[in-house]
DNA sequence: ATCAACAGGTTTGCAGTACAAACTTGTTGA
DNA sequence: TCAACAAGTTTGTACTGCAAACCTGTTGAT
């Protein structure tokens, strides 16, 4: 860094996008889970189109990050998955498009 | 891949979002570059926000993908590089804003 | 009763990428 | 003449997304 530069804090960004919801594969996960109220894995994965050890991983960060809730269940003997999206999750789709519509135009 | 399992291409997905543009240091760079006729350097970096560094190989990697086309001259004996965004990068813009509107909501 | 195939995920390995820091080439000022 | 500056470029590292391999238990066929 020398003198002249622009220095970080120089500059306020005009978008401050999340990245974790910015990934496409996590946008489309919590697209889905807000606008239902549980879903399942298998469903999910049908949906958004995702394989399933990368929709797994996902789950897994969103859950991480507080975005996203995670309750293990058994039909009959069969494990099933299901998430939610968390408040935090919420608030944080809804701040997300709201930076959006500053660059989606029309 | 077992039978059963959900194969690539069963699904069409609901976004097509193109890397390239998604993501944000492009994603500025080409908006600021869609207003205008020509920018250098200098003024994209402070626009940005982005490092030298930085601004240097995503312009690089637009460049390359045909989205930005960059011009090279001196003011007196010092160098001073300009883009432009090319057609196909103007399409491609407008093509992610399409997509994004989706998202975007209200 | 045994064993292969299936269901429902999770973990791993690799390949690609973004970022900051270091480097380069030439210029100007003291 | 030589240190500081201008304008970028290259390098190194750390992260991250993806597909493939793996794991645990269940069901169906013989």
Redesign the pocket.
């Known amino acids: 860094?020398?003198?002249?530069?622009i220095k970080?804090g120089d500059i306020k960004p005009i978008l401050e996008l999340d990245?974790?919801v910015?990934?496409?594969?996590?946008l489309a996960i919590l697209t889905v889970l807000a606008a239902a109220e549980e879903v399942?894995?298998?469903f999910l994965?049908r949906i958004t189109g995702?394989?399933?050890?990368?929709?797994?991983?996902?789950?897994?960060?969103l859950e991480a990050t507080g975005y996203l809730a995670?309750t293990?269940a058994?039909?009959?003997?069969?494990?099933?998955?299901?998430f939610r999206i968390t408040k935090e999750g919420r608030k944080a789709l809804e701040a997300y498009r709201k930076q959006l519509r500053k660059v989606a135009g029309g």
Not at 74 to 82: D, E, K, L
């Open positions: 860094m020398k003198p002249g530069d970080p990245r974790m910015h990934e496409p594969a996590r399942e894995f298998q994965q995702l394989n399933k050890g990368n929709l797994s991983s996902h789950t897994q960060k995670t293990k058994f039909r009959g003997r069969i494990p099933v998955t299901s």
